[in-house]
């Protein structure tokens, strides 16, 4: 009689003679899940840079109860020159942050806002500083917003910084979009605007360009 | 059945249609004919946005429209040169090429739209287009998240305009000869039903970011997506295996296959379920859609569940498909019920006195001619399409709910009357996504 058993997200299912086996089996698999789920971040970092593409699939897909100690060295890993190791690394940030927004997580959830934040400080490559701001957009609250918003001035940044603020709800990210919108260059006005009309503003003097077209083709019509 | 010949002329369909009472969608004048009068040829005026895959299909079709006198084709765009070029050379001539898709939102005289982009502009093009009083064909899946399908759909009442979605079984025959013997109890009360599907890709040649193509317009094929460096594998096609432009093949076939079967259960009503999804994820490249999942949805009211599977438990003899389980036996259904002939069971089954009827049109043999047949025919009568975009959005959320609950690595409890997850601040912040300037709902 087949059994099934849970390892994190994968059900499988076990046959074997008899139910004791079968139970056993069960708990086995159960038991090494379980023992996966407590790799600590030194760890972690080793199997991600491991050659075997499945150990470090393996690894980053584990990578979620690891939590707020692992973030620091997985974003220097991200940032690495070898493309799979780089985005396993990438990929376990994300299931940390995921892990942590589950409902109730509490003290968890602040840790790992709190270690996003810190990489903030610039020094990480532009690419993987917008991972992070979209890394927050997703669990951050009041405590990111500030950080978010000094990246509003930054030319690489602005974009992602205004749509993670965008999507961080409560008045203290509202503030920051029209804080933004104030001190916004020219060219990035529109932008903050946008933002606050999908906040539910008015803003008035900023008209939308959504529907104003832009892009002309070098493609001739056919004539008849 | 079909063919031409049976196709009612548009006129007579605009005179049936001018008589209707309470004719809510606004036709514009070309169409009807200012004061009485038929309207300048007689015809809709159509455009294609994104001529590539399924949107030179959509093409061709309108080819076949324009030599039966139902149509003028008077554009066609896409951000791809190369494609571009070819699409306006299939048209033929009188026929204006655009790579962005707001010159054609502009031009007065264009009735209706097909959208045939990649999956993460689909909504946005959908609701600009309603805004500037085009009636819309948008392909599945509808949206890549629950607040652009949300918003497709307020657009299309507040505008009134008539928006089919291009999941295509619910106007083919084999699906609704599957439909009708479900509804008239073929297999009994149906308590389960489960698709087969073979496993979403996974991207074995990964390559470094580089410099887009000449011919491709990087910035605007990403639209509203955040801004990244182009890298080969996004496109063209494969967008599919990424969660954020594609989803998948549960978005993908999904979309399809999840359309036929709450048709066949008559399920378009239960909005609210549980979604549990478990998968396996890539073991590497840029993809990042699970090659393997299982997805569980479970309904009450009556209870049932569909069970998505990649690869699921194959019953069936071709790549994909459903089969429905009752308490008297179960039916296959291979692929979603549009290429592939229905069952011979469900074929000689006899609806009983007093059984369901369930409607169809039924004006082409093609399915893709059909579906647009049905569009068309939504257009002129005012009346909803047989995917009408509230039953694509509805279809699109299970899907990207699936999705969803996978990323989360959690069971997630929708509530479909206020389309939220129940008791999950994180997923719910996760039902929108922000939108690259200036490329917004």
């Given at each position: 009689m087949p059994i099934a058993c849970s390892a994190g997200r994968n059900v499988i299912l076990i046959t074997c003679e008899n139910i004791e086996e079968t139970g056993q089996a069960c708990n086995q698999i159960e038991l090494r899940f379980a023992e996966s789920l407590a790799m600590t971040a030194d760890e972690l970092i080793v199997k991600l840079k491991d050659p075997d593409d499945k150990v470090r699939t393996e690894a980053w897909f584990g990578a979620?109860?690891?939590?707020?100690?692992a973030i620091r060295p997985l974003s220097a890993l991200a940032a690495e020159d070898n493309l799979e190791v780089a985005r396993a690394a990438k990929r376990g940030l994300w299931q940390i942050v995921r892990h942590a927004g589950r409902p109730g997580a509490g003290e968890e959830l602040t840790a790992v806002q709190a270690e996003l934040v810190s990489?903030?400080?610039?020094?990480?490559?532009a690419a993987l500083l917008r991972e992070v701001l979209w890394m927050l957009s997703e669990i951050g609250g009041e405590e990111s917003v500030q950080p978010i918003a000094r990246?509003?001035?930054?030319m690489q940044l602005r974009e992602d910084a205004r749509m993670a603020l965008e999507r961080i709800p409560g008045a203290g990210s509202l503030a920051a979009l029209k804080a933004g919108l104030a001190a916004a260059p020219d060219d990035f006005k529109t932008n903050m605007a946008q933002s606050l009309r999908q906040r539910g503003e008015v803003v008035p003097g900023i008209p939308c360009v959504k529907l104003v077209p832009t892009r002309k083709t070098n493609v001739k019509r056919v004539d008849g | 059945m079909s063919g031409p010949d049976r196709h009612p002329s548009r006129r007579t369909f605009l005179k049936a249609a001018g008589a209707?009472?309470?004719?809510p969608h606004i036709v514009s004048s070309r169409v009807l004919?200012?004061?009485?009068r038929t309207g300048a040829g007689n015809r809709l005026t159509v455009g294609v946005i994104g001529v590539g895959g399924m949107g030179l299909v959509h093409l061709k079709n309108l080819l076949e429209f324009r030599q039966q006198g139902?149509?003028?084709?008077?554009t066609v765009c896409d951000a791809d040169e190369g494609r571009l070029g070819k699409a306006v050379r299939t048209a033929g001539a009188g026929v204006e090429p655009y790579r962005d898709y707001r010159y054609i939102l502009e031009?007065?005289?264009?009735?209706a739209v097909i959208i045939a982009t990649p999956d993460h502009w689909h909504a946005v093009q959908t609701v600009h287009a309603c805004e500037c009083g085009k009636h819309v064909y948008v392909e599945k899946p509808?949206?890549?998240t629950i607040e652009e399908g949300k918003a497709m759909v307020a657009a299309a009442r507040k505008h009134h305009r008539a928006v089919q979605v291009g999941a295509q079984a619910r106007t083919a025959k084999p699906a609704h000869i599957t439909c009708t013997a479900i509804r008239n109890g073929i297999?009994?009360?149906?308590t389960r039903v489960t698709c087969w599907h073979y496993a979403t890709p996974i991207d074995n040649d990964p390559v470094p970011d580089c410099d887009p193509p000449p011919e491709l317009d990087w910035d605007l094929w990403l639209g509203p997506l955040r801004w990244r460096p182009y890298n080969p594998r996004y496109c063209p096609g494969t967008?599919?295996?990424?969660?954020?432009s594609g989803g998948g093949q549960i978005r993908d076939r999904g979309a399809h296959q999840f359309s036929t079967i709450l048709w066949c259960m008559d399920a378009?009503?239960?909005t609210s379920y549980t979604v549990e999804a478990k998968g396996t994820p890539p073991s590497k490249g840029l993809w990042d859609c699970p090659p393997e999942m299982e997805v569980v949805y479970t309904f009450e009211d009556p209870h049932w569940q569909l069970v998505w599977g990649q690869?699921?438990?194959?019953?069936?003899?071709?790549e994909f498909g459903n089969v429905f389980w009752g308490d008297r036996g179960r039916l296959v259904l291979e692929?979603?019920?549009?290429h592939k002939p229905a069952d011979e069971m469900a074929v000689d089954f006899k609806v009983p006195a007093g059984g369901v009827e369930v409607a169809r049109t039924d004006e082409y043999e093609s399915l893709d001619m059909n579906h647009k047949a049905d569009w068309f025919k939504a257009i002129r009568e005012g009346s909803k399409p047989a995917v009408d975009i509230e039953i694509g959005h509805r279809v699109a959320t299970m899907c990207n709910l699936g999705n969803l609950s996978y990323l989360l690595g959690r069971k997630l409890s929708w509530d479909g009357v206020k389309q939220q997850v129940v008791n999950d601040e994180h997923a719910n912040r996760l039902l929108g996504r922000p939108q690259r300037h200036p490329y917004h709902l």
């Open positions: 979620g109860r690891v939590g707020a100690p990489l903030l400080d610039g020094r990480l490559p990246q509003l001035t930054h | 209707a009472i309470g004719f004919g200012a004061s009485g139902k149509v003028n084709i008077a031009r007065k005289d264009i009735d509808a949206s890549v297999v009994g009360r149906v967008f599919r295996w990424l969660m954020e378009d009503r239960q690869p699921g438990d194959k019953i069936g003899k071709t692929w979603e019920g549009g």
